[in-house]
């Protein structure tokens, strides 16, 4: 029986080699990926749908996060970014800092979206006048240099340092700061929700260092709640700014959109800075796309978009900001003289 299959599948072979050929290089063009990334120009993330305050007042207009689009590097991709404009390549390498790979990137970027949503929930219970209460700073390791000797991890909270609690990475300096080089350090970290005891050893750079640098998010509580949601596919900061905007136009009775569809980036700090974004020119074309009336972005984007516009005609109102409270203000003027 099975020589009779073996046969079978010989003779389907010899009879169609050609076809399978072509078939197994088609195949090879599109999963084979190269080490690049193409930029495209993306698209707009309503955030009417993604965040809701408790009994929030309703809005006629709405802020919506840019962002890019990425195709992967594989051969008809990279083709077809000669063709296209818009479509650019860039490295893999340009991508990630020196000495870590994508996934760790990505977890990385994890964090800092996690960041700018408790920041922009921060800044607008602030500017609001609501109430929140930070009851605790959670200290997560973002990157480690090539020169660390540690088992810590990106995403670990580091809830202890040689027996000693830290609350940021000032602490973590200071008693780093009294060893000399080549001394073992003990770190008590939380990882996946298990406490767990890992090192790292001391060296001279600039001062004394173990290569670890340091991230802190929130948890805080609000009144009214609050509650976002997002995507696994997505991350990064660059949607802090208008998350802020969203949430405190939900806990505001006037509405700041003035009924318009506003499309921005840029990323917010708990005081309340916005702060220089990449990939504007694909935001920008994404805005458009979505019938933005509104762009919005970080003052040290304004020139690229305003070229941009520039360059493609495009009728929108663009918005530089280099705060929160700089762009609540722009957005009552603009809605004062319609």
């Given amino acids: 029986m099975f020589a ?34 193409i930029y495209t120009p993306g698209g707009a993330v309503n955030l009417n749908d993604r965040i809701t305050v408790e009994d929030g007042y309703e809005v006629e207009g709405s802020f919506n996060m840019a962002y890019v689009s990425m195709v992967r590097g594989s051969i008809p991709f990279l083709l077809i970014s000669y063709v296209i404009p818009d479509w650019d390549i860039v490295s893999s390498e340009d991508l990630t800092i020196e000495g870590e790979n994508m996934d760790e990137a990505l977890a990385r970027e994890r964090l800092y979206m996690q ?50 609690n830290i609350s940021s990475l000032e602490d973590l300096k200071a008693i780093i700061g009294n060893m000399d080089a080549g001394e073992r350090v003990s770190l008590k970290v939380l990882r996946d929700e298990e406490e767990k005891e890992c090192f790292a050893v001391t060296y001279e750079a600039e001062g004394m260092k173990i290569g670890v640098s340091l991230l802190t998010t929130y948890e805080y509580e609000t009144d009214p709640e609050v509650t976002i949601t997002s995507r696994a596919s997505e991350a990064g900061s660059s949607g802090g700014l208008m998350m802020s ?51 919005m972005c970080p003052e040290e984007n304004y020139e690229e978009a ?33």
């Fill in 115 to 164: 960041q700018s949503i408790d920041a922009a929930i921060i800044n607008a219970y602030k500017a609001a006048g609501k109430d929140i209460t930070i009851i605790r700073t959670i200290n997560e390791v973002s990157y480690l240099t090539k020169e660390a000797d540690t088992d810590l991890k990106i995403g670990d909270q580091i809830l202890s340092v040689n027996g000693e």
């Fill in 245 to 295: 905007l969203s949430i405190y136009n939900q806990l505001v009775e006037e509405d700041i959109t003035g009924g318009k569809k506003i499309v921005g980036t840029g990323t917010i700090d708990i005081e309340g800075n916005v702060g220089e974004i990449g990939g504007v020119k694909y935001k920008l074309i994404g805005a458009v796309k979505n019938d933005a009336e509104i762009f």
């Fill in 4 to 37: 009779k299959i073996y046969e079978k599948i010989k003779e389907f072979i010899k009879e169609n080699y050609k076809e399978l050929i072509v078939l197994l290089v088609i195949v090879l063009l599109f999963t084979v990926e190269l080490p690049f990334k």
């Fill in 306 to 338: 305003v070229s941009v516009a520039e360059d493609k005609g495009y009728d929108i109102t663009i918005v530089s900001v280099a705060t929160f409270e700089e762009a609540i203000k722009k957005l009552d003027e603009l809605n004062s003289s319609n």
